[in-house]
């Protein structure tokens, strides 16, 4: 009986060492996954950038910071009425004459949108880059910053060449660096330095009362101009806009008005609507910046033009997103 015995022992030996063993493999591998939960409850969480600083890709006439989504498709339709100072009777402006744009633009990559329009001023197409370069992200980055250009060409007809001397001076570039900061769900500003060039100076012939000597008095080929724009959010789809141009270049002759407008914007997931009053009409950021007449206020130019204020128009914009 005894080799029984010992076989029983035996048995009963080797199970237990199974036994612990496999307690012993179970809570190592315990151990390591409740150590791995605690670093990673404990790991911190990468911060996200910051949302919906604008609704749309315009605030009034200017570009937000704002870039549309990978794979966004966007139709825009900008309208312009005429100038409110004649009054009662061209109905503020609303029967003179107007300015339209219809443009399109996608975002074919990340942080990039590319756009193309066609302005009936001057029949004037456009294209547009847009890219994202900072976002505003918490402990990161206090501020988003945005590049933004525009290339347009003038392409009214002129066979006896009296507006375009060159085909190069139909071109004129818009370059701008926008940046922004969310500071609450409700209240978002942006400052927009800007460089517009002109291949072409508009100017007159004048005498020089010194010498005698009748000489062309132009603009410069180079505006510098700035731009302030803030949006208050009053509900979760209306929005109050505010926005100044403010010209910095001086030239010798046609030196630009600045910019104020004013309005409301109503947002929807696709759509959002803009309803304003301002002072550009042109409806190109190279445009407006370096020709925009109108103006709030009255003032006298370095070369003694008297400039009359009070000259606003009423405007719109329209955008269609599909993402």
Same mark, same amino acid.
């Given at each position: 009986?005894?080799?029984k =015995?010992? +076989? ?16 012993? $493999?179970?809570?190592?591998? *315990?151990?390591?996954?409740?150590t791995?939960?605690? %670093? ?5 969480v %990468? ?13 009034? !006439? ?6 549309? +989504?990978?794979?966004t ?6 309208? #312009?009425?005429?100038?409110v ?20 633009? *996608? ?27 900072? %976002? ?33 001076d139909? $071109? ?6 926008? =940046?922004? #900061?969310?500071?609450?769900? /409700?209240?978002? @500003?942006?400052?927009a ?9 508009? &100017?007159?012939?004048? %005498? ?8 062309f008095?132009?603009?410069k ?14 509900? !979760?789809?209306?929005?109050? @806009?505010?926005? *100044? ?16 407008? $004013? &309005? ?5 997931s ?9 002072? *550009? ?16 206020f009255?003032?006298t ?7 009359k204020?009070? /000259?606003?128009? =009423? ?9």
């Amino acid at each position: 009986m005894k080799p029984k =015995i010992n +076989f029983a022992k035996r048995l009963l030996t080797a199970s237990a060492c199974l036994v612990s063993c496999i307690l012993t $493999f179970e809570t190592a591998v *315990y151990a390591q996954d409740t150590t791995a939960t605690t %670093k990673e409850a404990e790991a911190p969480v %990468k911060a996200k950038p910051v949302k919906n600083t604008f609704q749309s890709i315009w605030l009034i !006439d200017n570009q937000s910071v704002m870039v549309p +989504f990978k794979g966004t498709f966007e139709m825009d339709i900008q309208h #312009r009425f005429g100038t409110v100072d004649k009054g009662y009777s061209d109905l503020w402006g609303l029967y003179a004459s107007s300015n339209i744009r219809i443009g399109v633009g *996608y975002a074919p990559i990340n942080n990039l949108y590319l756009g193309i329009g066609l302005n009936k001023y001057d029949e004037l197409w456009d294209v547009s880059a847009k890219y994202a370069l900072i %976002k505003q992200t918490p402990g990161e980055s206090p501020v988003s910053i945005t590049y933004y250009g525009d290339l347009s060409y003038d392409t009214r007809k002129d066979p006896t060449k009296d507006l375009f001397a060159h085909q190069s001076d139909r $071109f004129l570039s818009f370059n701008q660096i926008i =940046i922004a #900061r969310k500071f609450s769900d /409700k209240f978002s @500003l942006q400052v927009a330095p800007s460089i517009t060039h002109q291949n072409a100076v508009n &100017g007159y012939y004048t %005498k020089n009362d010194s010498t005698g000597q009748t000489i062309f008095e132009e603009m410069k080929h180079d505006h510098f101009a700035v731009s302030v724009s803030g949006r208050y959010k009053l509900g !979760d789809a209306t929005a109050v @806009l505010v926005n *100044y141009d403010q010209p910095i270049t001086k030239h010798a002759t046609n030196n630009p008005s600045p910019n104020l407008s $004013f &309005g409301f914007e109503f947002a929807t997931s696709g759509h959002t609507f803009q309803i304003f009053m301002g002072n *550009y009409s042109l409806l190109n950021p190279g445009k407006n910046n370096l020709f925009n007449t109108n103006s709030a206020f009255n003032y006298t130019q370095a070369d003694g033009t008297k400039v009359k204020g009070g /000259k606003f128009v =009423i405007g719109f914009n329209i955008t269609r997103l599909w993402n």
